[in-house]
């Protein structure tokens, strides 16, 4: 530990456009060090969530920067999520290795927008970053950020934007007070902004975050985003990576893509690591409860001691510390056991991919239907019908949301009320008689018609207690325009098969407990609603209802395909065994 510390304030750093960025420097006093970077729009002063990681890296004897990005807090420039981090990434990191307090050796860490800075950095491919620490972060920008399976992820891209903006305009004296109380009532009063058509309908986002307009304007993955995608540059990167995440965190598809990714293709691939908790977007800090849930004790960042996690990965990667009982490659927590499991890659070797249909007799409507569940392939059955009218969508209850506890609640919560809907078809196994280990992506086959030209397919899996309680696992959707390779709309009462990703999980569903299905067209405000009149959705304020039919019989088997994995696929986490 070093003897003393400093903290320069307000220190500049030179961009190469000419913009000065600002960050505050913990570092030791008198001596070389490896540098960590965190970069960050959400005020490098208030320290937050990874201030404890940060002094506690100043005094393990690392230089720590703690940097405003473009835009945001004391830096000059304009803001525009992920346009200028790869840049401003490299350049900071260039101005760090000039001092004459770095030892050469750079690191980067934090999460969520946070692991954009890293990754982009990353991808810059500077010679002195060797190691970054991504936390709930993403791979692709368009799909897992701001749109998933085509649909626009509107509670959360309309409430990051105008919490960003709200802190913006507070102390841009060039926004007029007017739009600064616009900003702060349409942040207060969330649920009920999501609501607005068309979706760009927010004039007082223009002036501060012109760059929401610009999400709308590009629905499809087109170059606007392909250019950021972090997965571009898997064969490329140098960089040793630990990704954490968590099962009910809305960028749970980045953090698995861009471990497995880079595990898989780059020359670094024995330098990827993966920790996965039972964690909504904050809740490796916040702990217990996930939503209304309680994973016990053990489930919590806290209780791994994920800050010394991390140190430790710094000194094997930037100082060549042996580790003595390397850290597993692989880090999972088993919801349904809770406990910890180790592994060596991901997806989980050997895994099962079982077959679980749909079945009814027509009237799968709401949790008291007929709906079922088995590994039965359906013989003759009538399809399932539901209206679906976008101007009473299925809520959002819980799942993979970010940023707003207040509004938008993410993570566990009972979804017999949502279950209760006519527009809800439910299909649930019988109680298992041995354990079941779902670990792994999860994908529904959904062979559907509707009256529409183009509409929205959700799916979500459940699992249902003795007494009846519905805990969600991980839900999905699928934009019906956006089902190919190329954008088409459907013909109205054709049937058509629609792939939904559920993302992925890891939970053991126990003796007595019952597989769930849920099958929809909404869940609002998460996604915005499709129109169901072959209009971009969003563009206008026209909604029609349309008639929904779900087929599970013959060439037309709906199905859940459950990542099934034997008892040896993992290990007893061995602070637990």
Partial sequence: MPESLTVDVLTAIPMRDGTVQYADVYRPVGQRCPV?????????????????????????????????????????GTFTPFVHEREDGYDTIDWAVAQPWCDGNVGMFGGSYDGVTQWQAAMSGHPALKAIAPNVTASDYHHGWVYRGGAFQLG????????????????????PASVSEDLTDALDKLVDTTGILPLADHPYLDQVAPYYREWLRHPENDEYWRKLNVSTSYPDLTVAAFNMGGWYDTFLGGTLANFAGVAGQSAVGDRQRLLVGPWPHEGLFRGNPVGEYNFGGRSTGGALDVDGLQLRWFDRWLRGVEITGADPTVLLFAMGENKWREADSWPLPGTEYQDWHLHSGGRANTLHGDGTLSRETPGDQPPDSFVYNPRNPVPTLGGSLCCNPVHLQGGVYDQRPVEAREDVLVYTSEPLTEPLDVTGPITVVLHAATSAVDTDWTAKLVDVGPCGYARNISDGIVRARYRGAVPELVTPGEVVE?????????????????????????????????????????????????????????????????????????????TES
């Fill in 36 to 76: 960590l970077v965190f970069r960050t729009p959400y005020d490098r002063t208030g320290l937050g969530m990874y201030g404890t990681l940060a002094l506690r890296a100043a005094k393990a004897g690392y230089a720590v920067v703690m940097q405003d990005t473009r835009g945001r807090g004391a830096s000059g």
């Fill in 156 to 175: 959360f891209s309309l409430g990051w934007t105008l919490s960003l903006a709200s802190h913006n305009a507070a102390r841009d004296p060039s926004v």
């Fill in 498 to 574: 629609y792939r939904i990703d559920l993302g992925a999980t890891s939970n053991i569903f126990k003796p007595g407990h019952r597989i769930r299905v849920e099958i929809s067209s909404s869940n609002f405000p998460h996604f915005d609603r499709n129109p169901n009149t072959g209009e971009l959705p969003g563009t206008s304020t026209e909604l029609v209802s349309a008639l929904q039919n779900v087929h599970h019989a013959g060439a037309h088997a709906s199905r859940i395909v459950l990542p099934v994995v034997p008892p040896d696929a993992t290990r007893p986490y061995r």
